[in-house]
C-alpha cells in the first residue's frame, strides 16, 4: 500500500523527468527538423517496460516506444542490459516508422538494480535513402537509407567509434546526424539522471509501488470510460489516393471497432496487401495509431502511462499495408495511419455523437526540396509538414490551420527560418478561405503556401486525401482536398499531388493548398449570426 499523496508526488515527478528529457534533446540538436519542427518524442519506462512518462510530442509515437525495449530484451535476454549502455534503432518493422525515425534508448540503474529505461524517437535529416531526406517513390526498404536493429551506440559509458563511422559514412550529412544521435544519447542519460534522483529520493521499493498504483488508477478511468460506451460492433471505411507508384489505384482502410463491456478490439485485417510504394508501416505503428484515436475520443483527459492501454487491443494482419515484412517501402507511412485514426473516431461516431468530430485534412502533407545552395555551394534538404483543417463536432467549428493529428506537437517551419536556411522565398501564406466543410459547425480551414526558388532544386511532394477528402458528420458536408500547382498562371502550369525529385529552376514557384476539414450537422441550421462573422474574418467567400 502506497499513500495517494506519495503517489501523486511521485506521478509529477516522473512526468516532469520527461518533459526534462524532452528539453534536452530539443536544445541539443542539430537539425531544423528537430530543434524547430519538433519532430521527436521521449519516453521514461520502468523495468518492465510501462510507461512511467512521456513529454508532449507525436502523437504517432504514443505508448510505442516501449515496443523497442522489449524487442531488444526479447532478443537478447534480460542480461544485455548494462549500465553505462545506449542502442540505437531504426527498423521499420521493429519500431513500425520510416528509417529516418531513430529511437536511441539506455537502461537506468539504481543502487545497481535495473529500475528502468529512457528512449527517444527523432527524425533524422537524411539516412543515405537513394535520395536525399527520403523519397516519394521508392519501392523496397533497401531504397530508404541504413537500417540498424538493436545495436550499442555507447557501452560503458564510451562511445562507440565503430558504429558511429558506419553511420558518418552513410549519411550526408555526418556532422548534423552524428549531432542529433549526441542530443538523444544527451535525452537518455538525462532521463537516466532524473529517475535515479526519484529513485534516491523515495526508494526504489517505493516508487515501484507508486508507479503500480498510478497504472491501477488510469486502467480503472480507462475501463469506466469504454463502459459508458453502448456495447456493439462498428465499422468505417476509406482510401488512400494511392502508394505513390501506381497513381490510378486507391487503397483501401478498413476499420472494426468492438465494444464488449470495459473493454475495446480493433480489427484492422481487412485492409490493402503491403504496397508496392512507401506507404507501408510496421504493425507497431498501426497499433500506435488506434491509441492515438482511442485517446482522441474515448479518454484525452485521462493521463498517458502503462495503464492506458490495457483495456484495447488491436489485431492486424502481417503482410498487409498496416503489418508490413520485409522488403516493403516505409518512408511515408503515416498517410494511412491519419485516415486510420479519422476512420476509428468515424466508426464510434454513432456510440458517442456527442464526442466524435468530423474528418480532418489528415494527411502531413510533405514538401520538400534539396540541392545545391547558391549562397555556399552546400548540399541542402529543406522538408516541413503542412498544417490544414480539422473537423468540426457538435457545439464547435472545426481548428483552422493546425498540424494534423498524427503529428501533435510539430510544428510547421517558420517563414524566417526557412528563408534563412535554405535558398527560396515563401511569397504567400494564407488561410485558404472556404475549404473547410460546410455546416451547423464549420470545418476548419486549410492554407495556401506559395514559394519562389532560388536557385536550381529537386522538388519532391506528398500531398494525400483527395480520393477520400474530410468527410463530415451529421449531415455535414466534406472539406475540399489538397491542390498543388508548380507555376500557377503561366502556360507551363502543371497540377500534382506526389512527385519524387522533379528538377526545377530558379524563378519557378510552387504552390501548395492544403485541405480543410469536414463540418458537423446541416448546414442550413448554422446561424446567420455566425455566417455573418465567418464573412467578416475572411473564412469563408462572399
Not at 518512408?331 to 491519419?338: F, K, M, P, R
Not at 504567400?428 to 478561405?433: D, G, I, K
Request: proline fraction near 5%; charged fraction near 20%; charge should be negative.
Amino acid at each position: 500500500m502506497i499513500d495517494p499523496v506519495t503517489t501523486e508526488i511521485i506521478r509529477c515527478a516522473l512526468l516532469q523527468a520527461a518533459e526534462d528529457m524532452n528539453t534536452t534533446l530539443i536544445r541539443s540538436s542539430y537539425t531544423p527538423v528537430i530543434y524547430e519542427a519538433k519532430d521527436c518524442a521521449v519516453a521514461l519506462l520502468d523495468r518492465e517496460h510501462n510507461v512511467l512518462g512521456q513529454s508532449s510530442g507525436l502523437p504517432i509515437f504514443l505508448g510505442n516506444l516501449e515496443v523497442v525495449t522489449r524487442e531488444t530484451e526479447e532478443r537478447f535476454g534480460r542480461e544485455v542490459w548494462q549500465e553505462g549502455d545506449v542502442w540505437v534503432l531504426n527498423d521499420s518493422y521493429i519500431g513500425g516508422t520510416h528509417l529516418n525515425d531513430v529511437t536511441v534508448y539506455g537502461p537506468i540503474f539504481a543502487g545497481g538494480e535495473l529500475a528502468g529505461f529512457a528512449a527517444s524517437r527523432a527524425h533524422w535529416l537524411d539516412v543515405g535513402s537513394k535520395d536525399p531526406g527520403g523519397s516519394m517513390d521508392s519501392t523496397s526498404i533497401f531504397q530508404e537509407g541504413l537500417r540498424l536493429g538493436p545495436v550499442k551506440v555507447y557501452e560503458n559509458g564510451e562511445p562507440c567509434r565503430d558504429l558511429q563511422e558506419v553511420i558518418a559514412r552513410n549519411v550526408r550529412f555526418p556532422q548534423a546526424t552524428l549531432g542529433d544521435l549526441r542530443a538523444q544519447v544527451s535525452c537518455a542519460m538525462t532521463g537516466q539522471r532524473r529517475l535515479r534522483e526519484i529513485v534516491s529520493r523515495w526508494g526504489i521499493d517505493t516508487v515501484m509501488a507508486a508507479s503500480d498504483e498510478i497504472f491501477a488508477q488510469t486502467e480503472r478511468m480507462e475501463r469506466a470510460a469504454i463502459a459508458a460506451i453502448p456495447d456493439g460492433v462498428y465499422d468505417a471505411s476509406g482510401f488512400l489516393d494511392n502508394d505513390g507508384i501506381d497513381l490510378a489505384r486507391p487503397l483501401p482502410v478498413n476499420v472494426t471497432v468492438a465494444v464488449s463491456g470495459e473493454s475495446i478490439h480493433v480489427d484492422l485485417t481487412d485492409c490493402a496487401d503491403q504496397a508496392t510504394g512507401p506507404v507501408n508501416c510496421g504493425a507497431a505503428q498501426a497499433v500506435a495509431a488506434v491509441r492515438v484515436a482511442y485517446k482522441l475520443l474515448v479518454s484525452g483527459e485521462v493521463p498517458l502511462n502503462g495503464g492506458s492501454f490495457r483495456p484495447l487491443s488491436v489485431r492486424t494482419r502481417p503482410g498487409s499495408m498496416l503489418a508490413a515484412r520485409s522488403p516493403a517501402a516505409c518512408q511515408y507511412y503515416y498517410s494511412h495511419l491519419g485516415l486510420l485514426i479519422d476512420l476509428v473516431v468515424k466508426a464510434l461516431a454513432p456510440a458517442l455523437p456527442e464526442r466524435a468530430a468530423a474528418a480532418s485534412y489528415g494527411d502531413s502533407m510533405i514538401v520538400q526540396f534539396t540541392g545545391t545552395d547558391p549562397r555556399t555551394g552546400k548540399l541542402y534538404v529543406s522538408q516541413e509538414a503542412t498544417v490544414g483543417g480539422w473537423g468540426a463536432w457538435e457545439g464547435g467549428d472545426g481548428e483552422n490551420c493546425l498540424i494534423n493529428n498524427v503529428n501533435g506537437s510539430l510544428r510547421d517551419m517558420p517563414i524566417e527560418v526557412l528563408e534563412t536556411l535554405f535558398p527560396v522565398r515563401v511569397t504567400r501564406y494564407e488561410m485558404r478561405a472556404g475549404t473547410g466543410g460546410e455546416g451547423r459547425w464549420r470545418g476548419g480551414n486549410g492554407v495556401v503556401r506559395e514559394y519562389e526558388f532560388c536557385g536550381d532544386t529537386s522538388l519532391s511532394l506528398w500531398f494525400e486525401r483527395s480520393v477520400t477528402p474530410a468527410w463530415g458528420l451529421a449531415g455535414g458536408q466534406a472539406g475540399a482536398p489538397p491542390r498543388v500547382v508548380l507555376n500557377p498562371g503561366t502556360a507551363g502550369e502543371r497540377e500534382m499531388l506526389k512527385v519524387n525529385a522533379l528538377p526545377v529552376k530558379a524563378g519557378d514557384v510552387l504552390r501548395c493548398e492544403s485541405g480543410g476539414g469536414g463540418g458537423y450537422g446541416p448546414p442550413e441550421l448554422r446561424s446567420p449570426a455566425a455566417i455573418a462573422d465567418d464573412l467578416a474574418q475572411g473564412l469563408i467567400e462572399a
